[in-house]
């Protein structure tokens, strides 16, 4: 039981059962909300990914332009070592005498001199570089901003081993470290960079010193410091070991593990760090193999997220009231004449049939309204019809009452002549009023449509009879009747129409003694009734009009005749004639054709074969009707 109730209540509650102002409604906010939702999503995702790749793409072009201009201070002080390798007083400072110098000492002096003033030219051109040494094989040096702090030997600090191991080829080594040379303005480790490169021999590859360059950290972290990351972001710089070049004051993190970076020179990462989650944006240099780290807090880009978020959802909040005001204006605006509609058919159906719709809408309601109208004046009308008809239908039922009492009483006459003329010895007009009494009583077979094939043959039968009697000698008959086919039922009064047209058609006008044979048997899962006679037959032109006028016997209906019982007599009625001679021929076999075809289908009826002078054979096709009270259907 609990069950059944809660089926009833999903089927209550379902769809379908909804009142169309809430279908409405519905539809209305599935077509509007919905889009906008899903639109608003779809933005959020869009911005957030648009946002990721352009902070990484901008920032990515920052870091470029940093390693750009840090680049171009590194490849001065390349350039410097070169210009200052070519230098002819510095290549014989490089270069001492095997054999004491006759030279006197002031002019040694003098040429030291030289390269001091040489040197101070490349540090006014270039504030950038905070002092250069050039140092000997033989340790010694001469430089014009810095010197060293004690009298060991230079060629043992770890840059000129460092230089010595690069061949030529310029190295920055980083912050200084425990060296043994200061400057004049005593920077500090962390405030300087420092660049080597070893001046060979070009024929024997020997160093013949080493040129040291201390770049001022200042420049870098001018080039770097005016970038900034959205709110609190910075640029910092490492070298390939993972020394720390260059960061900012209080940044995030102190220190950045070269497992960190990816070894394809460029990427993105993000990491956790004292809570505070960060976004690494890196690039190498290939020229001075730094990386430069953009370095900012995932929390900024978000606060621009949440800007770009606030205004997707004040949007869609827009458009979620403006549509559900729209859904309920226009469900209530279609919704209303609909159910004003309905209740004229709710009176309508009650039964007040005076009831009309008003109104002047142009729309499909309106239309609805103005069919509603024209339906109940044709209810109206078809009420008086179905009355009349009522009428016409008892006046019709008394006078068949009244007609099928004259037929009663007139075989029930011949049966009384028949056994009067038996008495009186008069047995040719006895079986011929007991022939027509019982074609009188197979014809009206109590008001049956489908009879036996029996009694069908009887009436036949009973036909001939008469007909021999009055042709005498002129006409012969046989009836054959396959005892497979002796049960079946058969439309009533389908072969005297042929065999009298076979008659007064065939045989009256053929000289000599005619015959007619009528043959019944089952074939093809149908009943064939063949009617053949060896009358005057017909022309080709007379075969091919009757032909047409069988095809056509059926399709001739006037529609006066709806509404009648197929096999009906008054079938009769709708089928045409044929005119031959100037006489009216066919009328019975077309009657025949039609009450076939209506009461079974196309594809039963008649088929007629003739020659002229030989004969005409006429074939009925029936259905297999294997019980008697059918009315309605075929046993197929």
């Known amino acids: 039981m609990r069950n059944k109730f809660t089926s009833a209540g999903v089927r209550h509650l379902s769809f379908n059962n909804l009142p169309i102002r809430y279908k409405l409604i519905i539809h209305f906010l599935l077509i509007s909300i919905l889009p906008s939702i899903g639109l608003g999503f779809l933005i959020h995702w869009t911005v957030d990914r648009v946002l990721d790749r352009q902070v990484t793409n901008n920032t990515l072009q920052l870091i470029g332009k940093v390693n750009e201009s840090l680049e171009t201070y590194v490849e001065n002080l390349q350039n410097m070592t070169f210009l200052i390798a070519f230098n002819p007083d510095v290549q014989r400072f490089l270069e001492p005498d095997s054999e004491p110098s006759p030279v006197p000492e002031p002019v040694q002096e003098e040429d030291h001199y030289d390269i001091r003033k040489f040197l101070q030219g490349f540090t006014t051109l270039h504030s950038e570089v905070a002092g250069i040494m050039i140092v000997n094989s033989g340790g010694e040096y001469i430089s014009n901003e810095m010197y060293a702090r004690t009298a060991s030997d230079l060629t043992r600090e770890s840059w000129y081993q460092e230089a010595v191991r690069n061949k030529g080829i310029f190295k920055i080594v980083g912050h200084p470290n425990e060296r043994n040379v200061t400057n004049h303005v005593?920077?500090?480790?962390?405030?300087?960079?420092?660049?080597?490169?070893?001046?060979?021999?070009?024929?024997?590859?020997?160093?013949?010193?080493?040129?040291?360059?201390?770049?001022?950290?200042?420049?870098?972290?001018?080039?770097?410091?005016?970038?900034?990351?959205?709110?609190?972001?910075?640029?910092?710089?490492?070298?390939?070991?993972?020394?720390?070049?260059?960061?900012?004051?209080?940044?995030?993190?102190?220190?950045?593990?070269?497992?960190?970076?990816?070894?394809?020179?460029?990427?993105?990462?993000?990491?956790?760090?004292?809570?505070?989650?960060?976004?690494?944006?890196?690039?190498?240099?290939?020229?001075?193999?730094?990386?430069?780290?953009?370095?900012?807090?995932?929390?900024?880009?978000?606060?621009?997220?949440?800007?770009?978020?606030?205004?997707?959802?004040?949007?869609?909040?827009?458009?979620?009231?403006?549509?559900?005001?729209?859904?309920?204006?226009?469900?209530?605006?279609?919704?209303?004449?609909?159910?004003?509609?309905?209740?004229?058919?709710?009176?309508?159906?009650?039964?007040?049939?005076?009831?009309?719709?008003?109104?002047?809408?142009?729309?499909?309601?309106?239309?609805?309204?103005?069919?509603?109208?024209?339906?109940?004046?044709?209810?109206?009308?078809?009420?008086?019809?179905?009355?009349?008809?009522?009428?016409?239908?008892?006046?019709?039922?008394?006078?068949?009452?009244?007609?099928?009492?004259?037929?009663?009483?007139?075989?029930?006459?011949?049966?009384?002549?028949?056994?009067?003329?038996?008495?009186?010895?008069?047995?040719?007009?006895?079986?011929?009023?007991?022939?027509?009494?019982?074609?009188?009583?197979?014809?009206?077979?109590?008001?049956?449509?489908?009879?036996?094939?029996?009694?069908?043959?009887?009436?036949?039968?009973?036909?001939?009879?008469?007909?021999?009697?009055?042709?005498?000698?002129?006409?012969?008959?046989?009836?054959?009747?396959?005892?497979?086919?002796?049960?079946?039922?058969?439309?009533?009064?389908?072969?005297?129409?042929?065999?009298?047209?076979?008659?007064?058609?065939?045989?009256?006008?053929?000289?000599?003694?005619?015959?007619?044979?009528?043959?019944?048997?089952?074939?093809?899962?149908?009943?064939?009734?063949?009617?053949?006679?060896?009358?005057?037959?017909?022309?080709?032109?007379q075969l091919s009009e009757l032909r047409l006028a069988l095809e056509q016997a059926a399709s001739s209906e006037d529609d006066s005749g709806a509404g009648k019982t197929p096999g009906s007599d008054q079938a009769s009625q709708t089928v045409g004639t044929i005119r031959a001679d100037g006489e009216t021929k066919g009328y019975g076999i077309l009657n025949v054709q039609a009450r076939l075809r209506l009461t079974f289908g196309d594809k039963y009826g008649l088929s007629i074969d003739s020659v002229l002078g030989e004969g005409t054979v006429v074939t009925v096709t029936h259905p297999l009707i294997r019980d008697n009270n059918f009315q309605n259907g075929v046993d197929r």
């Open 186 to 541: 005593n920077y500090k480790n962390s405030e300087v960079v420092s660049a080597v490169r070893a001046i060979l021999d070009p024929d024997t590859q020997r160093v013949k010193g080493v040129v040291l360059i201390d770049l001022k950290l200042r420049v870098i972290a001018e080039t770097a410091q005016d970038v900034r990351l959205g709110k609190t972001g910075y640029l910092t710089v490492i070298d390939s070991s993972g020394e720390l070049i260059y960061a900012p004051p209080d940044p995030y993190i102190e220190h950045i593990p070269l497992e960190w970076l990816n070894k394809d020179g460029s990427g993105t990462y993000s990491h956790q760090a004292d809570g505070r989650k960060l976004q690494f944006i890196y690039r190498v240099s290939p020229f001075t193999n730094w990386t430069t780290v953009g370095v900012f807090a995932t929390e900024d880009s978000i606060l621009e997220i949440r800007e770009i978020r606030f205004y997707v959802v004040s949007f869609v909040f827009v458009v979620c009231l403006l549509g559900m005001t729209a859904s309920f204006y226009l469900a209530h605006s279609i919704s209303r004449p609909i159910g004003q509609l309905m209740s004229f058919m709710q009176k309508a159906q009650s039964g007040d049939l005076t009831i009309r719709y008003w109104g002047d809408r142009s729309d499909e309601v309106g239309l609805l309204g103005r069919r509603f109208n024209e339906m109940l004046l044709q209810i109206n009308r078809l009420l008086s019809l179905t009355e009349r008809q009522e009428r016409q239908k008892r006046e019709a039922e008394l006078s068949s009452l009244q007609a099928h009492i004259k037929p009663h009483f007139l075989y029930n006459t011949l049966d009384t002549i028949h056994w009067m003329a038996r008495r009186k010895g008069a047995l040719d007009i006895a079986e011929m009023a007991e022939s027509l009494s019982k074609l009188f009583r197979i014809g009206l077979s109590k008001g049956n449509v489908i009879i036996p094939l029996s009694d069908e043959m009887e009436h036949i039968r009973s036909y001939l009879q008469i007909q021999h009697v009055r042709y005498q000698n002129k006409l012969d008959y046989a009836l054959k009747v396959d005892p497979a086919v002796q049960e079946l039922s058969v439309l009533k009064l389908i072969l005297q129409p042929i065999v009298e047209n076979a008659i007064y058609h065939g045989i009256k006008e053929r000289r000599g003694p005619g015959w007619i044979e009528v043959e019944a048997k089952e074939l093809s899962r149908n009943l064939i009734v063949t009617i053949r006679d060896n009358g005057k037959g017909m022309t080709d032109e």
